[in-house]
């Protein structure tokens, strides 16, 4: 609720700013009579808009990744409150929806991927969802299945996987999805840290 009471302090600021515009029955001035001379009427709506806009912004600010190669990102350090949990036993009360089926992420993590989805549809570009936040009883399995990562598998170990901490999305992406996902994907927080993984991003905000 706090980024809705700021939404709601914002607006009353921008109330105050907007409103009390010069009267109608102000004296006609003369065209670029000054710099802060009245611009013609309904110029206060786009004002309105635009600092709200802003306001929005400020309510929900993104955090951006750092811009690296997949290589060269280091361990990753989960938010403090993630850890009296322990990987692959974050509970459902720390996870959100991210809008696809059952996935779901660390609550700030899913509150940038819907952002983040968000932007790319405006653009016309979509992507689906494979994996999301994921247990420790089914890393275990998928470590069987698909190999360890460190033996040239595809899974992490069991209780170090990003999955484990609902940060890491594995993501159903055509080429030009991808090609957004790497132009775009950090302003969210959203960086490909991964090798050989060109699917999966982990939410790692700088
Ligand atoms: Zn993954």
């Known amino acids: 609720m706090d980024g809705l009471a700021a939404v709601m302090n914002r607006i ?11 009267p109608r029955s102000a ?40 811009r690296l190669e997949p290589g060269q990102y280091g361990p990753l350090q989960p938010p403090s409150e993630l850890l009296p949990f322990g990987n692959g036993r974050v509970p459902p009360h720390a996870l959100s929806s991210i809008g696809h089926g059952d996935h779901r992420l660390h609550a700030p ?33 998928l470590a069987q299945e698909k190999g360890l990562y460190s033996q040239g598998g595809l899974a992490a170990a069991p209780g170090t996987s990003n999955h ?16 957004w996902m790497r132009e775009n994907g950090w302003r969210f927080g959203f960086v490909e840290d991964v090798p050989r993984e060109p699917w999966h991003w982990t939410y790692r905000p700088a």
Do not use: C, K
């Open 27 to 66: 004296p006609q001035t003369t065209a670029g009579s000054g710099p802060l001379g009245t611009r013609p009427g309904g110029s206060a709506g786009a004002d309105f808009e635009r600092l709200y806009a802003g306001a929005l912004a400020q309510a929900a600010p993104l955090r951006s990744a750092q």
């Open 164 to 179: 484990g901490w609902g940060l890491s999305v594995d993501l159903d992406l055509d080429a030009r999805a991808q090609a």
């Open 109 to 141: 993590a899913a509150h940038a991927f819907n952002q983040m989805e968000a932007a790319a549809r405006a653009e016309g570009v979509s992507f689906g969802v494979i994996a999301s936040f994921r247990d420790l009883a089914t890393q275990e399995r």
């Open 12 to 22: 009353a600021s921008i109330e105050a700013i907007v409103a009390p515009r010069a």
